[in-house]
């Protein structure tokens, strides 16, 4: 615990600007993989626990085709394409098969999908950390901003982030495509009765989830190190940001990456060693106070 | 009676070949199967598809350790105390698990466990961090049982297990068990019928995590001393893949499941580091091919319908 530190930051204009910016990074990536669960829960109603692994294989792609290519352009569109593929594959060869069982079995599946995916990333790119380095497009001086130093590439996050979140939103608000998954998510029966072919609609779905993590990855390998095994404690932050946000909100799914990114990222000054305690108790308070989340509409 | 006969047969069977890898499988088998079978509690029994039980585990392990480190509690005392703390915790935990459903609540407790492995990690001056609780488990003597001798520690170990499984079976074939399968079975018409539904899940959680627990003390005492992987999420997994295994609805089930994981994964690990791999195969042949464990398939076989 060390309070004065904290204190110091806070009434330090550049340190609070350095540690917002930082908390905003998190919460974005947080953000991107949080609403991959929550969209595929919202239409298919099983949670994929695979989906840390998916956030995983997008970085380690980015890593090969930035490696090939020396495009970080490239390497994010080949991230988000490869796992958006993946994810496709794996929900029409797998997950399809337990959707009507019990949860046992479909969160079986995913823990052997889990492994699976870590060992296979162990066996083709090792079992080291490896870092992607920041591309040569973004290695330029820092911006100052009130005397705190924001990289150029945390700015180009956050917009593409916020860029996705709003398309997101117009998507699911605005198209036939969101109707139809607003639709399904309230009766899937019923979408199915009125002739909408749910099998390509729950493939999309998962391979958009899918896509949004492979994304998150590639944009997460310039500022963090690439592991097998990454992948459960973003899993575990995200699902923790949809029940804060409430499952099926996007807008929830925003706020509440955004407000747990800062947490981590003032926590780690102000008290690191409960970091995750205050994580988990802002779980825990909005669970007891509104178990459906704070932006769900009607109850859980 | 069973239980006794089982037990006794076990360690004269072990002491007539005396070999010492024999009896370390047999103390890992004892270890997990107690553990997998308090998981089946709330998996098989009670519908609740927990994903964090090996928080009990850690956390009994854990507790055991360091209140035997301090030196001022007998060994029976601090495996008592270390239970009790235990099921605070699990009453705690499952308070705030059981408001909700499904999937959700599997996501819960796995958040819960990590939450127990983080503290463990950054704890570094009470746990020792990721380099596990250091400088061994003191073992005093009590009641003329010597736990520094390995052979002793496996006769407490296997009486403990039988006697635990008998316990265990016990309050599944009480009254409450039975209620406990119907909040599985339709929670709804429990509730009906006037069942405090949620008070027998809370229940049915402590139990578990009491039992869960006490195989991480056994661990404990086993490896003298306790690690952050204890706590971690695969174990949570393995449990689970050791009960999807064996049988899920064949009481002894999870202990079969636990014999063939170590058994596979003693295997496996022999010939390649790449174990979850194959582990991970098995588990996806097992569970969208048989979609059920061993002893199901063959109690379904005996008892045509």
């Known amino acids: 615990m060390n309070?004065?530190?904290?204190a110091g930051c806070l009434s330090s204009a550049s340190c609070l600007i350095t540690q917002t910016s930082a908390g905003l990074i998190i919460g974005m990536l947080l953000f991107l993989v949080a609403c991959g669960v929550t969209l595929i829960f919202g239409v298919l109603g099983v949670i994929n626990f695979a989906h840390g692994a998916f956030y995983m294989l997008g970085a380690y792609l980015a890593l090969t085709a930035y490696q090939l290519t020396d495009s970080y352009l490239a390497a994010v569109l080949c991230a988000a394409a490869g796992v958006g593929l993946f994810g496709v594959a794996f929900d029409r060869l797998f997950m399809s098969r337990v959707y009507n069982s019990n949860v046992l079995m479909q969160l079986l599946v995913c823990y052997a999908f889990v492994l699976i995916l870590d060992d296979a990333v162990k066996m083709?790119?090792?079992?080291?950390?490896?870092?992607?380095?920041?591309p040569a497009v973004f290695a330029l001086r820092p911006l100052h901003v009130f005397g705190g130093l924001v990289p150029p590439f945390y700015v180009f996050l956050v917009a593409v982030t916020v860029a996705i979140a709003i398309a997101l939103g117009g998507l699911i608000e605005r198209t036939l495509f969101g109707k139809i998954v607003r639709a399904a998510a309230v009766n899937r029966q019923m979408v199915s009765a009125l002739g909408i072919n749910t099998s390509l609609l729950y493939a999309s779905v998962f391979g958009l989830g899918a896509l949004l993590a492979g994304a998150a990855g590639a944009l997460a390998a310039p500022v963090r190190s690439a592991t097998p095994g990454m992948g459960v404690s973003i899993l575990i932050e995200s699902f923790i940001v949809t029940v804060i946000g409430g499952m099926g909100s996007i807008?929830?799914?925003?706020?509440?990456?955004?407000?747990?990114?800062?947490?981590?990222?003032?926590?780690s000054i102000g008290f690191p060693l409960f970091t995750d305690g205050l994580m988990f108790g802002l779980m825990v308070i909005v669970l007891l106070i509104r178990p459906q989340g704070l932006f769900a509409r009607g109850s859980a | 009676m069973l239980a006794l006969l089982a037990c006794v047969l076990t360690l004269l069977i072990a002491s007539a070949l005396g070999?010492?890898?024999?009896?370390?499988?047999?103390?890992?088998l004892a270890i997990f199967g107690l553990y997998a079978v308090s998981l089946n509690i709330l998996v098989g029994y009670t519908g609740l598809v927990s994903f964090g039980h090996a928080m009990f585990f850690g956390f009994g392990a854990?507790?055991?350790?360091?209140?035997?480190?301090?030196?001022?509690?007998?060994?029976p005392a601090a495996a008592l105390a270390s239970l009790a703390l235990s099921a605070a915790l699990a009453l705690i935990v499952g308070a705030l698990c059981i408001r909700?459903?499904?999937?959700?609540?599997?996501?819960?407790?796995?958040?819960?466990?990590?939450?127990l492995h983080a503290v463990i990690l950054s704890w570094v001056s009470l746990t020792g961090g990721d380099q596990g609780l250091q400088g061994g488990i003191p073992r005093p003597r009590f009641l003329g049982i010597n736990l520094a001798d390995p052979w002793q520690v496996f006769v407490v170990t296997t009486v403990v297990f039988f006697a635990s499984l008998l316990a265990i079976r016990t309050i599944l074939q009480s009254p409450f068990g039975y209620a406990l399968r119907m909040v599985r079975d339709n929670a709804p018409r429990a509730a009906a019928l006037g069942l405090p539904v949620q008070r027998y899940k809370l229940a049915a959680f402590v139990i578990a995590g009491l039992f869960g627990a006490l195989a991480g003390i056994l661990m404990a005492l086993y490896v003298s001393g306790a690690y952050p992987n204890f706590a971690f999420w695969t174990l949570s997994g393995e449990g689970m893949f050791m009960i999807m295994l064996g049988g899920i609805g064949v009481f002894l089930g999870p202990v079969l499941g636990a014999a063939i994981f170590l058994l596979l994964n003693d295997t496996v690990t022999r010939f390649t580091e790449y174990n979850g791999m194959v582990m991970g195969v098995v588990l996806l042949v097992v569970v969208l091919g048989l979609r059920q464990g061993?002893?199901?398939?063959?109690?379904?076989?005996?008892?045509?319908?």
């Open chain 1, 251 to 267: 807008a929830g799914a925003f706020t509440a990456a955004v407000l747990l990114g800062l947490v981590r990222s003032f926590g």
């Open chain 1, 3 to 6: 309070l004065d530190a904290f």
């Open chain 1, 124 to 134: 083709i790119w090792g079992a080291e950390f490896q870092s992607m380095g920041m």
């Open chain 2, 62 to 75: 854990y507790a055991f350790g360091l209140l035997m480190q301090t030196g001022v509690t007998s060994l």
């Open chain 2, 294 to 305: 061993l002893l199901d398939v063959v109690m379904a076989r005996l008892r045509p319908r």
């Open chain 2, 100 to 115: 909700l459903a499904d999937i959700y609540f599997s996501f819960l407790t796995l958040a819960f466990q990590m939450l």
């Open chain 2, 19 to 28: 070999s010492k890898p024999l009896i370390d499988t047999l103390m890992r």
